[in-house]
C-alpha cells in the first residue's frame, strides 16, 4: 500500500478495498464504522485504567519501601552496622525486607563498598553509580524500570550528631555515613494489569459482539425496504409487471421507486413509438409491393396483353421500386441522424454557395411544376455543420416547398445571420398546412394529406429528418403556415460548433 514515495496511499487503499466484494456490502460497512466507534472508547478506557493504576501502584509501592528502608537506616546507625555487619538483629530485618519486596538490598559505606548484599554475591565489592553518589551527597533517589519490572531506590544512611554547646550552641546535624540501594520486584502490580487487561478485552469481545448482533438486527430492518425495491425491480425486468413500483416504507425507497417510475414511463414511451415506428415502416414498405404484386398479377393472369398495357404497368411497377427506394433511403438516413452527435463530420462550410448548388439542383423539378424559385442572400455566411446532414435539411425543406405549391406559384429562400446563428427562411405560396397539423409535421411517416403526397412522391420521413438534422446542431425549427396561401419554414443554427 505504499506509494512510490514510500508514503501510505489512502486512494490505492481505499481502491484496493473497493475490488474486494465484501467490501462494497453496506452492512459490512455499518458493522465497520460502529465497530471503530465502539471499541475506541473501550480502547482508550483500558489504555487510561491502567496506565492510572499503574502509577499508583508504584506510587504506593515506592513511599512504602521509602518508609520501611528509612526505619531501617536507623537501625544500622544503631547497631554501627556499617562498620560490623555481624548483627544478627539487623540481618534479619535485611532479610525480611528482602523478602517483602521480593528484591535485593545493599548497604554501601561512603567508600563506596558494598558491605552487605543480601543476595551475597557483590560484597566486598565496590559500586560506582550516579544514584548512590547523589545519595551519598544526601538525596534520595528512586527509579522504575517499566521494562524489567522493578523499582530501584537509594536512601542515605544518616547519623545525627550534636556540635559542642560552646560551638553553635549545641546544634545538630546529620552526617550521610552510607547508602541504601534497593531493587524491588513489580511483579504484583504487574500480575493484577495483566488480570485487568485481560477483563478489559473480555469487555470488548462483548462489545464488538453486541455491535454484530445490533448490526445484523438493524440491517436487518435498514435493508428490509431495499430488498423490497430490488424484488419489485426484479420483478418488472423479468416482465411479470409493467406496473410503477412503490415502496413506501422508508422515504429513500419511495425516491428511488418515484425515479425508477420516471424511467419505466420513458421506457415505455420509447417503446410505444419504436412499436408504432415499426408498424409504420412495415405499412409504408407493403404498399408499394402490394402494387407491385396486383400489377404484375394482372400481367401474369392475362392472356395476350397489349404492348401498350404491358408498357404501361411495367411503367407502374418501375415507379413503385423508385418509392419503395426512396423510403429505404430515407429511413437509412433517419437511422444515421439518430445516432449521436460525435458522428457529425462538423467542417467550416460556406453556406451561400451551398444554399445555391441545392437550388440549382432541385430547380430542374420546380419548373417541370411551374413553380419559380427565389434565393436572396443578405451577407456571406460561413458555418461550422456537417454538410451531408445540413443539405439534406435544407434539400427537403425546399422540395417540400415546391411539392405543396400551386401552378404559377414561388419558392423564396432567404440565408441571413448575425454573430452567433445564421437562419434560413424558406417561404412558398403553396396549399399551407391546416393548423392542427403543424404540431405533426415532424413525426415520421406524417402526412396531412396522405393521398397527395403518395401522388408526389412523398415518404413522410422528410421533415423528420430535417428536425433531427437541425437538433444535431444545437438548431431549431419553426414553421408557420396558412391554408390556401402558403408556408414559412425558418430554421437558426449556430454558426459554431458546441459538442456537449
Ligand atoms: P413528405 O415526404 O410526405 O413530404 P414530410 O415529412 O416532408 O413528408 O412532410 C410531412 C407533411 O407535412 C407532408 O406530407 C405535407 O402534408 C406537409 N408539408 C410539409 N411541407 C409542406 C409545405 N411546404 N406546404 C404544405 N405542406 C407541407
Redesign the pocket.
Known sequence: MCGPSGVWDITLLKNKLHELKIFRSLKVRIFLIMLIVGLIPCFVMRYAILNNYEQRAVNVRTSDISTQLKILANHLITYAYLRDTSSEVINAELEQLSNLYDGRVLIINSDLKIVKDTYGISEGKTIISEEVIRCLKGESTSKYDRENGYIEMTIPITESLQLPEDKNMGEKFDVVRGVMLVSASNDNIIATMDSLNRQALVVEALVSLAILVCVVLVSKVLFAPFKKIIVALDQVQAGYTNDPISVTDCRETELIGDAFNRVLGRMKMLDDSRQEFVSNVSHELKTPITSMKVLADSLITQQDVPLEVYQEFMGDIAAEIEREDKIIS?LLSLVKMDRTAADLNISQVNMNELVELIMKRLRPIAMKRDVQLVYESIRPVTAAVDEVKITQAIS??V???????KEHGFVKVTLDADHQFFTLK?E?S????PEE?LE???????????S???E???????????KSAILKHRGTIK?Q?TEGE??D?TMKIPLTYIAV
Do not use: C, H, P
Not at 430 to 433: D, L
Not at 440 to 450: A, G, L, P, T
Not at 459 to 466: F, S
Open positions: 430515407d427537403n425543406l422540395e417540400n416547398a415546391i411539392k405543396y405549391n424558406v412558398d403553396g396549399i399551407g398546412i397539423a405533426n409535421i415532424y413525426e415520421r411517416f406524417y402526412r396531412v394529406d396522405k397527395r403526397s403518395r408526389i412522391g412523398g415518404t413522410g420521413l422528410g421533415l423528420a429528418i430535417t414553421v403556415s402558403g408556408t419554414f
